[in-house]
């Protein structure tokens, strides 16, 4: 990222900042001058995503003065692209229009100032990534007028699901209507104000009933677990921990399945395959996108478990299951990887990071789960993050669903 991108989203964020005090004081505000913007972590949950689908074609309803376009942009450039942005107050858009061409960006945005549903049916696409973050009763007016015009694979970001409280009941009926399109699968991002993450399937049908069946299962089994986790102190949980599924959940293996199709990964690394319940979710991924699973962990137990779980799921033929200490066998893969799931022991998550990074494709994503759960190895999860952070050719998100996944994206 660029020292002028860098410099422009910093002073948005100050003022951010400034401007959620004044909403927490709750004197009188003028709601046309605020920000309302996505949120730090969100914006670089969008730049990430652009970045990693290749997105080329990008739609935002709702610039505000311009801190999301600004993320969007960003990605777009680097994929070669540009975003169609459209915001109804013109004072806001001249704003837009400064801070993007402060960050060097404003060739990459096309600002359309009025009725944002106009706009959108004066454009004919095809959109292959789509920001919703305006008034709430316009939500799915806006994703209906922009249904025909989503390329397939299209992913659609729709903002203030969770915040403002007040705006939950509109929220619900755009997160309710998305559910119900069958040409889109959709979870719920509790990042930042919340985003509905959905996408358009490009032809590939939804959860065979087979694989939906085993994966209930197993979410009645990690239940179960959970709740007799909860009875057991510290010591008495470590100690029984090889009876325990430690499954990602469900959010978290939804959100994975819509990032290997989104990223058109073909070859997926997993490294803690345990019951293969991440497994079933990143192999049925991998048929939409013609791709293959290499699965690692340490106990023959549980891959005679996740092997019959992915049989029963008719999943078994996409998937190589390795059993083998994880750190030597790393050293014998050949790859290349283009998104690889970290799900084992927290203190071996750097060294199998610096292992994988010579084999990690340009664009690669790594997932690294439990960064926030357990609580007893928050430290090693931090350490991680840290070490990420350091590393000038990663970019990376804390993602706070399920057990908290932190995406970590390698620059192409």
């Not at 359309?112 to 305006?134: E, K, M, S």
């Not at 996408?199 to 590939?204: F, I, L, P, S, V």
Request: with cysteine; charged share 25%; aromatic share 4%.
């Amino acid at each position: 990222m660029s020292p002028e991108v860098s410099r422009v989203l910093a002073r948005l964020e100050a003022r951010m900042e400034r401007e959620a005090k004044l909403l927490r004081a709750g004197g009188a505000i003028d709601m046309d001058r605020f920000m309302l913007p996505v949120g730090r972590e969100a914006g670089r949950l969008l730049n990430l995503l652009v970045k990693l689908g290749g997105c080329r074609r990008i739609l935002e309803v709702g610039s505000s003065v311009g801190y999301s376009t600004v993320w969007l942009a960003e990605g777009a450039a680097a994929n070669g692209g540009h975003v169609v942005s459209t915001e109804s107050l013109a004072v806001k858009h001249r704003e837009a229009r400064d801070n993007l061409a402060e960050a060097g960006l404003l060739g990459q945005v096309e600002l359309h100032t009025g009725d944002a549903l106009a706009t959108i049916r004066r454009h004919a696409g095809p959109f292959d990534f789509a920001l919703i973050d305006l008034w709430k009763n316009l939500y799915v007016p806006s994703l209906r007028a922009m249904a025909p015009k989503l390329a397939p694979g299209a992913l659609i970001a729709a903002d203030n699901m969770l915040v403002p409280v007040s705006a939950r009941r509109s929220a619900g009926i755009y997160r309710r209507y998305v559910a119900g399109q069958t040409d889109l699968e959709t979870v719920l991002v509790p990042i930042a104000n919340g985003i509905e993450l959905s996408r358009k399937r490009a032809g590939e049908r939804p959860l065979a009933p087979a694989v939906r069946r085993v994966l209930e299962r197993l979410e009645r089994r990690s239940a179960r677990e959970e709740a007799v986790r909860k009875s057991l102190s510290e010591s008495e949980y470590r100690g029984r921990l090889g009876e325990f599924m430690l499954a990602i959940g469900r959010d978290s293996g939804r959100l994975l399945h819509m990032l290997v199709k989104h990223g058109r990964c073909t070859r997926i690394l997993e490294l803690g395959t345990s019951a293969g319940y991440s497994t079933l979710w990143l192999a049925d991924a991998a048929g939409a996108t013609g791709g293959r699973v290499v699965s690692l962990d340490n106990q023959a137990g549980k891959h005679r478990e996740a092997r019959a779980n992915l049989e029963a799921a008719g999943l078994a033929g996409r998937v190589e299951l390795i059993t083998a200490d994880i750190l030597p066998a790393l050293a014998r893969l050949p790859g290349p990887f283009d998104l690889v799931l970290l799900d084992y022991t927290r203190d071996q998550y750097i060294a199998a990071l610096e292992a994988l990074r010579p084999k990690l494709t340009p664009g690669a994503l790594v997932a690294a789960d439990n960064m926030l759960q357990p609580l007893a190895t928050r430290a090693q999860a931090e350490a991680y993050r840290t070490h990420v952070a350091a590393q000038a050719d990663l970019e990376s998100v804390l993602v706070p669903i399920g057990n908290g996944i932190e995406l970590t994206r390698k620059t192409a």
